[in-house]
Structure formats: C-alpha cells, structure tokens
C-alpha cells in the first residue's frame, strides 16, 4: 500500500526558509505529478506547486519567486522549500499524488503544521 | 486566476437528510477537470467526485457529482454520521489549480 509522510520543523522564523520533505513507501515514485497543497488556518485549500518524477516543476505565481522544488527518486522522496517565510506561510501542508494525465489527488499525506513565528 | 465560490459556506444537516452543494466557477470549466474533496478533522482531503460526475473508487453512490460550464453540484443522498465533513471543489482546467473555499456539513 502506498503512502505518503511529510517531515519537516513545526516551527520557522520569519524571514527564514521553511523545507519540508515527502516519503513516498510502498510503491514508484516514477510516473506521477507530487504535488504540495497547504490550508491555513481557518481558510480553504491552497495548490503551491508540483513536481514531476523527472524533475519538471510548475508553482503557484503567488508563491513562485520564493518556492523551490526537487525530487530525489533513488531515496524515494520530494522536497519543497519556502524562502523568506512570513505568518501568512503558517499552514498545514500536505504532499498528495496524481497521474500525469490527470490532477485528481488520489493519495494524501497526513499533513503537517508549520507555524511562521519568532 | 479561476475562482471557484462554494455555497453554502455551512450546512446543518441531521442523518438520513439528502443535500446539495453548489460550487460556481468565474470562468468555464471542461467537467473532465473538477473534482469534489471530502476532508475530516485532521485528516487529510479525500477525493470523491473526478471529471465532475465520476465517483473515485471506493466511494458510496449516495454520493453523485454534476454539472458543466461554471456551475457544478455534490449531491449527498441520505447523510450518513461519517458524512459531517468539510467539502471542497477544485479545478485544474486553468493554471494555477484552485480550491473552493469549502463547504461544512455539520450535525443539526
């Protein structure tokens, strides 16, 4: 069975960079859009971007001069970094799978909680 | 940036009722691009509805997806106690890819 699980700190400094990772277990990582989607509190669903098994990004305008993404297929994870962080980054982040034809999300991560705070 | 508005932003609803929630697009949507989430207290999103009317695998035909152009509906028939969650339309038609801002069902 298939399964995602972001790690990362639950707590980063304004201004600094949040990094977050998503391990995919339990099957290819080969093959599929990796996507990252956030809620803040209070609010709904936020798509930040996307990455392909072969590298190939596409990111949300709002956030795409800070955001970086990458995938590491040998170690079977993706990553995603947030520069310049600021309370409005606070959110539950979530890594999530779909097909390449196809941006219905059918494998979620848990989420989790990261609070922009000094 | 396509918008997609949700309404009711709440819903009281006693089991066994049936409900529809609307989402309504700024601009067109090609059906084959919107789907319905289903999301729980800390849990993560669920899909439900793929291609505005295709119920993903696994999922109860008590629940039915509809609708084309800028106006789509999630029909639930006869609420079930696990049904009380929150509700999200997404679009993937127009980059960036966008979330309604969801729609809670909660127990009357």
């Known amino acids: 069975q298939v399964q995602l699980q972001e790690s990362g700190p639950g707590l980063v400094k304004p201004s600094e960079t949040l990094s977050l990772s998503c391990s995919v277990s339990g099957g290819s990582i080969v093959g599929y859009y990796w996507t990252w989607i956030r809620r803040p509190a209070g609010k709904g669903l936020e798509w930040v971007g996307r990455?392909?098994?072969?590298?190939?990004?596409r990111y949300n305008p709002s956030l795409e001069s800070r955001l970086t993404m990458s995938v590491d297929t040998s170690n079977h994870q993706f990553s995603l970094k947030l520069t310049s962080v600021s309370a409005a980054d606070t959110a539950v982040y979530f890594c999530a799978r779909s097909a390449v034809d196809t941006a219905d999300f059918d494998l979620w991560g848990q989420g989790t909680l990261v609070t922009v705070s000094s | 940036e396509i918008v997609l508005t949700q309404s009711p932003g709440t819903l009281s609803l006693s089991p066994g009722e049936s409900t529809t929630l609307s989402c309504r697009a700024s601009q067109t949507i090609r059906s084959k691009y919107l789907g319905w989430y289903q999301q729980k207290p800390g849990q993560a999103p669920r899909l439900l509805i793929s291609?505005?009317?295709n119920r993903a695998t696994g999922i109860p035909d008590r629940f039915s997806g509809s609708g084309s152009g800028t106006d789509f509906t999630l029909t639930i028939s006869r609420l079930e106690p696990e049904d009380f969650a929150v509700y999200y339309c997404h679009q993937y038609d127009s980059a960036p890819q966008t979330f309604g801002q969801g729609t809670r069902v909660e127990i009357k």
């Open positions: 291609g505005a009317s």
């Open positions: 990455i392909s098994s072969s590298g190939s990004t």
